[in-house]
């Protein structure tokens, strides 16, 4: 079955410890990418991938990482994560110059 | 029309009814539009594409329209059920020549289907 798989799909955590968003695809996508989903504000993009080793800053990039070492994994990396980085996030894959997008089913990151 | 406050727009439908979500978009050059369904605790799931050369394309249950004169885009259900509750939202792609890094999200509809 073709998956986003995404995990901790539920975390808590507390400011300043560094944690890490796993993200696999099983598509073989080129290009995958992280959005985070905050009340009024939608979908946000804030890294993507358009191939292994090639990544890009989407629109609020600000307090994250990202990796791309193997073509199904895409690890969203919170190295000193805050308060204003509680959300819902959510991990993308496509075929290069496909428009069609495939989500993973969303990590809750609450940090306090 | 897509959102630009704090709550999301609710479109409440008694089940049976016809659905319309609108959405207004701003970038005249996007060629390709995109309606996803989000159920609540699940990821967007793609339900249906245009491309700017059309102005309508039907699915199952579901018709888009488009309107490049006025920049709208609209989802048509047919025969609303329960199973069609989520948050609705359009998106453009900005890439003439495609590719997902061109996407650009709507802040969504909620639909409320009542019995």
């Known amino acids: 079955e073709a998956q986003v798989t995404q995990n901790p799909r539920y975390l808590i955590t507390v400011t300043g410890k560094k944690l890490t968003v796993t993200c696999s695809q099983n598509?073989?996508?080129?290009?995958m990418s992280w959005y985070r989903q905050d009340p009024g504000l939608g979908l946000r993009q804030i890294y993507y991938?358009?191939?292994?080793?090639?990544?890009d800053k989407g629109d609020v990039p600000e307090g994250y990482k990202v990796s791309r070492k193997e073509k199904r994994n895409f690890p969203l990396i919170l190295e000193s994560p805050s308060p204003n980085q509680t959300s819902l996030y959510f991990c993308?894959?496509?075929?290069?110059?496909?428009?069609?997008?495939?989500f993973g089913e969303g990590s809750w990151l609450t940090v306090v | 029309g897509e959102s630009v406050g704090l709550h999301l727009p609710t479109l409440s439908v008694q089940e049976g009814d016809n659905s319309i979500i609108n959405c207004a978009y701003s970038n005249s050059a996007s060629d390709y539009f995109i309606w996803y369904k989000q159920e609540s605790g699940k990821g967007p799931q793609f339900i249906i594409d245009i491309r700017s050369n059309m102005d309508k394309r039907q699915g199952q249950r579901v018709t888009v329209l488009l309107n490049k004169t006025v920049k709208h885009l609209s989802l048509q259900i047919a025969a609303t059920q329960p199973g069609d509750s989520a948050v609705y939202f359009c998106?453009?792609?900005?890439?003439?020549?495609?590719?997902?890094?061109?996407?650009?999200f709507g802040k969504g509809t909620h639909l409320i289907i009542q019995p």
């Open positions: 993308a894959s496509s075929w290069a110059g496909g428009n069609t997008i495939y």
């Open positions: 598509m073989n996508h080129e290009y």
């Open positions: 991938s358009m191939n292994v080793e090639v990544t």
């Open positions: 998106a453009e792609n900005e890439n003439s020549g495609g590719g997902a890094d061109g996407l650009t």
